[in-house]
């Protein structure tokens, strides 16, 4: 059982998708980085000085029991999205562009096998 685990595990796709989780893990808290450092207090210096993740609405109730809609942390998590999937569309178009022109690159003419050769030598020597 451990060895078809062994042989599962190491095949291609499932590391493929292993390294694509991990550099994915890593690329969103970037992101996470630029909206909440970066892009969030510009925004805040834009709007005069207000911190959007702080805004919020209070449904109902006071202090700690209150209901409340974060609609800060809802922004910045769309903004969050939209960068990451924005991100996404660059890198597929990219590689798409890489591989149009690798297939658009002319193959080598492909030599005839030597007995076409031969033959073609052959049936010109007859022709003389």
Known sequence: ?????KQFA????VLDLAVG???GAAFTSIVKGVVDHLL??????????VNLTNMK??????GESAVVMNIGLFFQSVVNFVLVAFAVFLLVKAIKSFEKKE???????????KSEVLLEEIRDL???
């Open 103 to 113: 297939e658009a690159k002319p193959s080598a003419p492909v030599a005839p096998p």
């Open 126 to 128: 007859l022709k003389k």
């Open 40 to 49: 969030s207090p510009v925004l805040g210096l834009i709007t005069g000085g």
């Open 57 to 62: 609405i209070i449904l109902s109730g006071e």
């Open 21 to 23: 989780m991990i550099i």
């Open 1 to 5: 059982m451990f060895k078809e685990f």
């Open 10 to 13: 190491m095949r291609g796709n």
